[in-house]
């Protein structure tokens, strides 16, 4: 990948996955295949997660194949969408996937503080990608921390994740998880709704979780 940190950098082997082929098969792979079989969270369910959240003026994490923007229904017909990423390939793919809102693209770690305008906007979506960040969520939530300057008031931060702990997996979802973490793309072993529910408490005066198969749909507001 083009990338903003070096190889062996804790962050990188969470985003290296998503090359130009990779992000072609993610749509069938993990959107198609892996919600439904592995973490059983349909994807229409998600979709409708981002129809109820997204606003005009959108923060996108880790965008991957940029699906959800592409099929989720703006409030608005012309919404402004910054996109942010580790690897400059979802940041493209997405981008042109999306061409018709207007889009601004951010190469850069969500664990560290973005360079953005402050109190600019009105949600920000952050799905499938704590579960890809290393660390424990404790640490994870430096995300929160990097975002909440850059929240208009009354701003939704909404996502989910692929939970590794206390959540009912099966067989085959469990040994994909270990499979994954040992790759190093997901680091989500000991993640578990507690630990979520104490970031969000922390970060945010509001917030909701919602577990779907093995995953956690979260929904928060500052105010
Ligand atoms: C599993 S994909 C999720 C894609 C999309 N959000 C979805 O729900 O289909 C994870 C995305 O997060 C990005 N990512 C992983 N670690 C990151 C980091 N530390 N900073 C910024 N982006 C990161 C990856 O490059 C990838 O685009």
Not at 3 to 26: C, N
Not at 131 to 142: F, Q, R, S, V
Not at 191 to 208: G, Q
Request: aromatic letters at 10%; hydrophobic letters at 40%.
């Amino acid at each position: 990948m083009t990338t903003k940190v070096p190889k062996g950098h804790p962050a990188y082997a969470g985003s290296a996955p998503y090359d130009p082929p990779q992000l072609r098969f993610y749509d069938p792979l993990v959107l198609g295949f892996a919600n439904r079989v592995l973490w059983r969270c349909p994807t229409s369910r998600l979709v409708g997660l981002y129809s109820r959240h997204v606003s005009g003026r959108h923060l996108e994490l880790g965008p991957g194949s940029g699906y959800f923007l592409d099929n989720c229904a703006f409030p608005v017909p012309d919404p402004d969408i910054t996109l942010v990423d580790l690897n400059s390939h979802p940041l493209k793919h997405t981008a042109e996937r999306i061409a018709r809102y207007r889009v601004r693209t951010l190469q850069a770690n969500i664990l560290e503080p973005l360079p953005l305008p402050p109190g600019g906007f009105q949600s920000v979506g952050f799905n499938y990608v704590m579960h890809c960040l290393p660390g424990t969520i404790a640490t994870k939530a430096a995300v929160f921390r990097n975002i909440l300057p850059l929240l208009a008031p009354g701003a939704v931060v909404f996502g989910s994740t692929i939970l590794g702990s206390a959540v009912h997996h099966t067989w085959f979802s469990r040994n994909m998880n270990r499979l994954y973490n040992k790759a190093g793309a997901f680091s989500n072993l000991t993640d578990d709704v507690p630990a979520l529910t104490a970031v969000l408490d922390e970060h945010f005066a509001a917030h909701r979780i919602e577990i779907c198969g093995a995953v956690a749909l979260f929904v928060a507001r500052q105010q």
